[in-house]
C-alpha cells in the first residue's frame, strides 16, 4: 500500500490526495507538522533529501517527491494521462507552468496568510499579486475556450492546476475576476471520487 508523507493543508499533498483517491488507489497518510520543522528531521531527509513534502512511500523504503513527479507516476497508463504524444507534452507543459509561474505566487501568499504571517510579509505579498494575477489570467484565456487545459478532457493538468487556484481567495487574490476558472472549478468539482482539500 502506498504511504503519503503530508501537510493535509498543502495544495501540493492535496494534488496527490485527490488522484489516489480518483484513482481508488489504497493509501495511508502520515501528517508531517512542517510548522515545527518536522520535514526537517534526520528521519524525514532520508525519504527527502530536499526536506519537503509531499513524500510517496511506493515500496518499503522506495520513496518519491516532488508532488507533480509523484503524479506523473500514478497516473500513467491510467485515464489521467493522454496516450497521445503531443497532449502528454501539453500535460507536462501544463505542470512546469503550474510549479513556476502559479505556484510561488498563489501558494505562497495563501500559506503566508494562513500561518498568520500575512502583516509580516505584507510587502512581499504586494509583489506576487500582479504574477498570480497574470498566471489567473492566462489560465482564464485557454478554459474561455476549453473545459479542461489539455485534450478538453479531465488530466492532471487539472489536477495540478485545480490544487492551489481553488483557494486562491486565501492568498488574497480575486476569483470572482475570472468567469472560466470560476466554471472549470466547479467542472472539477463535479468529477467522480472528487474530494476536498480538507478531507
Given at each position: 500500500?502506498?504511504?503519503?508523507?503530508?501537510?493535509?493543508?498543502?495544495?501540493?499533498?492535496?494534488?496527490?490526495?485527490?488522484?489516489?483517491?480518483?484513482?481508488?488507489?489504497?493509501?495511508?497518510r502520515t501528517e508531517i507538522d512542517i510548522l515545527q520543522g518536522?520535514s526537517r528531521t534526520p528521519e524525514f531527509l532520508v525519504k527527502?533529501?530536499?526536506?519537503?513534502?509531499?513524500?510517496?512511500?511506493?515500496?518499503?523504503?522506495?520513496?518519491?517527491?516532488?508532488?507533480?513527479?509523484?503524479?506523473?507516476?500514478?497516473?500513467?497508463?491510467?485515464?489521467?494521462?493522454?496516450?497521445?504524444?503531443?497532449?502528454?507534452?501539453?500535460?507536462?507543459?501544463?505542470?512546469?507552468?503550474?510549479?513556476?509561474?502559479?505556484?510561488?505566487?498563489?501558494?505562497?501568499?495563501?500559506?503566508?496568510?494562513?500561518?498568520?504571517?500575512?502583516?509580516?510579509?505584507?510587502?512581499?505579498?504586494?509583489?506576487?499579486?500582479?504574477?498570480?494575477?497574470?498566471?489567473?489570467?492566462?489560465?482564464?484565456?485557454?478554459?474561455?475556450?476549453?473545459?479542461?487545459?489539455?485534450?478538453?478532457?479531465?488530466?492532471?493538468?487539472?489536477?495540478?492546476?485545480?490544487?492551489?487556484?481553488?483557494?486562491?481567495?486565501?492568498?488574497?487574490?480575486?476569483?470572482?475576476?475570472?468567469?472560466?476558472?470560476?466554471?472549470?472549478?466547479?467542472?472539477?468539482?463535479?468529477?467522480?471520487?472528487?474530494?476536498?482539500?480538507?478531507?
Open positions: 500500500m502506498f504511504k503519503l508523507y503530508e501537510y493535509s493543508s498543502s495544495g501540493n499533498c492535496y494534488k496527490v490526495r485527490l488522484l489516489l483517491t480518483q484513482l481508488n488507489m489504497a493509501f495511508d518536522k527527502n533529501p530536499n526536506g519537503r513534502i509531499p513524500v510517496l512511500e511506493i515500496a518499503p523504503g522506495k520513496f518519491l517527491f516532488e508532488s507533480n513527479a509523484i503524479m506523473f507516476y500514478l497516473s500513467e497508463e491510467t485515464e489521467f494521462f493522454p496516450t497521445d504524444k503531443f497532449e502528454r507534452a501539453q500535460v507536462m507543459q501544463w505542470l512546469f507552468f503550474e510549479q513556476y509561474s502559479h505556484e510561488p505566487f498563489i501558494a505562497t501568499s495563501r500559506f503566508w496568510y494562513m500561518t498568520g504571517k500575512a502583516e509580516e510579509y505584507q510587502e512581499a505579498l504586494q509583489q506576487k499579486q500582479a504574477p498570480g494575477y497574470a498566471a489567473l489570467g492566462l489560465m482564464e484565456q485557454h478554459l474561455a475556450n476549453h473545459a479542461f487545459f489539455v485534450g478538453d478532457r479531465y488530466t492532471i493538468a487539472d489536477i495540478g492546476l485545480f490544487a492551489y487556484t481553488h483557494v486562491a481567495d486565501e492568498g488574497g487574490f480575486d476569483l470572482t475576476r475570472f468567469p472560466a476558472i470560476q466554471t472549470w472549478i466547479d467542472r472539477v468539482k463535479n468529477q467522480a471520487r472528487y474530494i476536498s482539500i480538507t478531507q
